[in-house]
């Protein structure tokens, strides 16, 4: 045998044994990447992003008894103005009595009214009178008013306090109301009708101006 073809046959056989050894190491390269791969993924603990938990709506539950208070302290409020209706016009009916002279309206007996008390309650209700019907229309109004602290929104609970006072006022004078307590009632609606359009015209001045569709 050559010297050439042992010299071929063993570098050929070399060249066999290290093609299979580079394809051996490959392969257990790549079988060790899988397992490490597999096992990172074997430990991975998914998370919620801040972002999507932050995003989550909030639930409101309603205070109960902020507005069982509430409603209590409403009911107070409009108890008030009508106890405060009530005895006014009683004491405006009573007062126009006593200036007129009249038995029906005093349901107190037959006696007469002195001079001096039929003066004063003839100024009592004059049109610039403390029993006057502008005078006891505002009185009305401005104790509204405070028992509301301006709210505009409570204009027509009070209106309704008011009306209910002033059939109450009715009913304990036993009748119809002597013709200054009516006028003094159209006054005062009047006045409530006024404090309504003003609450109104606020909110509008108050409210964003929307684009017109049509430009």
Do not use: C, H
């Not at 290290?18 to 397992?35: G, L, Y």
């Not at 107070?76 to 126009?96: C, D, F, H, I, P």
């Not at 038995?103 to 100024?123: H, I, M």
């Not at 027509?156 to 009516?182: C, H, N, T, V, Y």
């Amino acid at each position: 045998m050559s010297v050439n073809g042992v010299t071929s046959n063993q570098a050929a056989a070399a060249y066999n044994y290290s093609a299979t050894e580079n394809v051996k190491a490959d392969t257990t390269e790549n079988t060790k990447a899988e397992n490490n791969s597999s096992a990172a993924d074997a430990g991975a603990v998914y998370e919620p992003s801040k972002e999507t938990a932050s995003a989550a709506k909030p639930t409101y539950k309603p205070d109960t008894n902020l507005i069982n208070k509430m409603k209590a302290d409403a009911d107070a409020r409009t108890a008030q103005l009508r106890s405060l209706v009530e005895k006014m016009m009683t004491g405006q009916a009573n007062a126009y009595g006593k200036a007129n002279d009249i038995w029906s309206f005093l349901r107190e007996g037959n006696y007469t009214v002195d001079p001096a008390t039929r003066k004063q309650a003839q100024a009592d209700i004059a049109e610039d009178g403390y029993w006057g019907v502008a005078q006891t229309s505002d009185r009305i109004i401005d104790f509204a008013k405070a028992l509301t602290g301006g709210d505009p929104d409570k204009i027509e609970d009070m209106r309704a306090a008011f009306e209910k006072g002033f059939k109450k006022a009715g009913k304990a004078w036993g009748g119809d109301l002597p013709d200054i307590s009516q006028r003094t009632y159209d006054a005062v609606m009047e006045k409530f009708d006024k404090m309504a359009e003003e609450a109104n015209k606020n909110a509008a001045a108050k409210a964003p101006e929307t684009e017109d569709p049509t430009k």
